[in-house]
């Protein structure tokens, strides 16, 4: 008797909060848009707006800090960024995505949905630039699109490249290859955070956000870098890259 | 008292949110002739077409250490049956017009089904411009042929039958010569449940036998496996590999040793004979650029490149290690360009020792 009553009674309250979970999902909220996009400085000629130009030699500011420009193209440019999230006011974290890879060669690669947010105060937006050590290990990622293209032998550490970023110096045919990833098993990826003010209440509608690269900056400040390559094992290099990274290397623009 | 409560209960909770899935009757079984996605509650009302009850048996593939899981269309799945229809089409001078060149005729199985010619000559004495690509683990591959101008098995089998350089017959001719065969008549019913054979179950059951040639016994692997070692040369030459010392691994990386991606591995200075991904893609930056081949099993599949250039590995490693010759699609990733790879004799010889170890002699044997 007693357990038929329970029973009932557990059913009752199945019944009721199974409702009240689908009102919750009446509350609307905005949706959010990422778009990736790259730029070189582009000295001395400012016409262009900056926006990376695949393939092609420009002047940019010398990696040793003088102003003598040095010319430099970008080939091809691929990375990797992980736990990207958004930070509330209240200190607590909104995950948006795991890992995420792009392609500058790939169009579809530049734009991300990232679906809805709740309604909160956001005061910083988070990624890490690369895979934690306790991911980047190999062939853990074979499903994934990057896991050809990133892969980073066991011979150097084994995992995935954090970035793959190739093309001339110089002349058209010196090449650099500018590689970072866990050089010999090191973790040399970061975090990012850079604070923004979105208020998300009710129904905003489409919010996009650009997270930009600017490239010239990874050689310099606080390390001014030559362009090189073979740089995979050299823990050096893979530190100084992590660092001026962390620097001004990524700029983000919030565009309701 | 407690009764009525209990139904009540149930009432309630069936009712308590309209938005509940709404329990419909009907066939839930995908193949009986009446099955209706609608219906979430099987009611016992399956009908069966007796022609549709035909059986096969699932193909199963281990997906191998390292490897993805392989690409398999939805509409041709892998059955014991189709995968050795596919082993016989594919053996079979009866695709081609004079009945005298089947696909094993250009892909050699000692050769890792390849061909040992530079080129090959197809039904009409015509001489074709491009090495006969190995074939393994072909079903992780993206996209097929040097220049990607196929991007499923299927597809790619539709080719050689009519190309006039291979081939050379028609789809209708072929068709009618199959289905005069009684043998292939009753194969093509188990496989497919089909009463005329046509090129799309022709290209399904071939894709299947091709998907079947898995090759991941080699020393290398044996080694990976810790079953064996590796001579020193051996080692030395994997560590050249997949350093930037030899940057092979940048293309030819990961357990699969190759990327599927596309690119001028420094080859010519420019006035190319063969554009490879630029004729298909029409982008002049793709001129000589070539779908990056697997080295496993690479010591069975000379000559090299898509052109069959070069005859032995040592030459392979000679062209590597000179840096290649510049143009303007080269690829970044040939970085020692015009410089080289300053290996010592030792060293080549040590990399062409390690790509040794990626042979695997059960495949071409079995």
Redesign the interface.
């Known amino acids: ?1 007693k357990i ?2 329970y ?2 009674i557990l ?2 309250f ?3 909060s ?2 009240l979970i ?1 009102e919750n999902e009446t509350i609307t909220n905005a949706s959010l848009d990422f778009s990736f996009s790259h730029s070189q400085i582009c000295l001395p000629d400012t016409s262009t707006d900056n926006k990376l130009l695949l ?1 092609k030699l420009i002047y940019s500011l010398s990696p040793d800090g003088s102003i003598i420009p040095e010319l430099y193209s970008v ?2 440019l691929n990375y990797l960024i992980s736990n990207i999230s958004l930070t509330s006011s209240d200190g607590s974290n909104f995950p948006l995505e795991d890992i995420y890879f792009v392609d500058a060669l790939n169009q579809t690669s530049l734009t991300l949905n990232l679906g809805e947010i709740p309604n909160n105060i956001y005061t910083h937006f988070n990624f890490q630039f690369g895979l934690d050590n306790s991911i980047n290990l ?2 853990n990622f ?2 994934e699109s990057f ?3 990133m ?1 980073w ?4 550490g084994g995992g995935y490249h954090y970035m793959k970023l ?3 110096y110089q002349n ?6 500018t590689h970072t990833g866990p050089s010999m098993g090191v973790d040399y990826s970061f975090m990012v955070s850079k604070e923004i003010a979105l208020n998300v209440d009710g129904d905003l509608g489409d919010i996009s956000f650009d997270l930009n690269m600017i490239i010239d900056n990874w050689y310099k400040n606080p390390n001014d870098i030559s362009f090189a ?2 740089i ?2 050299d823990m050096q290099k893979q530190m100084q890259f992590k660092m001026n990274g962390m620097t001004d290397v990524f700029t983000i623009e919030l565009n309701k | 008292m407690i009764r009525w409560s209990l139904y009540f209960c149930i009432a309630l909770l069936i009712f308590s949110c309209k938005k509940d899935p709404e329990i419909i009757f009907g066939c839930t079984d995908e193949n009986a002739v009446n099955w209706t996605s609608l219906a979430n509650f099987d009611d016992g009302s399956c009908k069966y077409d007796s022609i549709n009850n035909y059986q096969t048996t699932p193909y199963i593939i281990t997906t191998p250490y390292g490897f993805p899981d392989m690409l398999i269309p939805d509409d041709n799945q892998m059955t014991v049956e189709g995968v050795e229809l596919g082993r016989q089409l594919f053996n079979d001078p009866r695709l081609s017009k004079n009945n005298s060149l089947s696909c094993a005729g250009c892909h050699n199985q000692n050769n890792s089904f390849s061909s040992p010619n530079q080129y090959n000559v197809g039904v009409d004495n015509i001489m074709g411009f491009r090495n006969a690509s190995a074939l393994i683990n072909l079903g992780w591959n993206t996209s097929f042929n040097w220049d990607g101008s196929a991007l499923t098995l299927e597809e790619q089998a539709f080719e050689p039958v009519t190309n006039p350089i291979e081939m050379h017959d028609t789809w209708q001719n072929v068709e009618s010569k199959l289905n005069n065969d009684s043998n292939y008549f009753i194969q093509f019913k188990n496989t497919f449940n089909i009463e005329y054979i046509d090129s799309i179950h022709i290209v399904k059951a071939i894709a299947q036998f091709e998907r079947s040639l898995i090759s991941v016994d080699s020393k290398y692997d044996k080694w990976r496996k810790g079953e064996v070692q590796l001579s020193l040369s051996e080692l030395n030459g994997y560590a050249i590999f997949n350093t930037e010392k030899g940057d092979c691994f940048h293309c030819h990386g990961t357990e699969m040793f190759m990327d599927n991606l596309f690119h001028n591995n420094g080859l010519d200075a420019g006035n190319f004979l063969d554009l490879g991904l630029g004729n298909i893609s029409g982008n002049p930056l793709d001129n000589a650029k070539f779908k990056t081949p697997t080295v496993r099993n690479v010591e069975f599949t000379g000559p090299y490149m898509h052109d069959g250039r070069f005859s032995t590995l040592e030459e392979v490693v000679e062209h590597y290690n000179s840096g290649g010759n510049y143009s303007t699609t080269i690829d970044p990733l040939m970085k020692k360009v015009g410089i080289g790879l300053q290996l010592t004799n030792n060293e080549k010889n040590d990399l062409v020792n390690f790509l040794k170890t990626l042979s695997d002699n059960s495949y071409i044997n079995k």
């Open positions: 008797m038929i009553n029973s009932s059913i009752i199945l019944s009721i199974s409702c689908e393939d080939k091809n190999s062939n074979v499903n896991h050809t293209t892969a032998p066991e011979m150097m190739e093309g001339a058209d045919s010196t090449f650099y290859n390559n073979a995979m094992m």
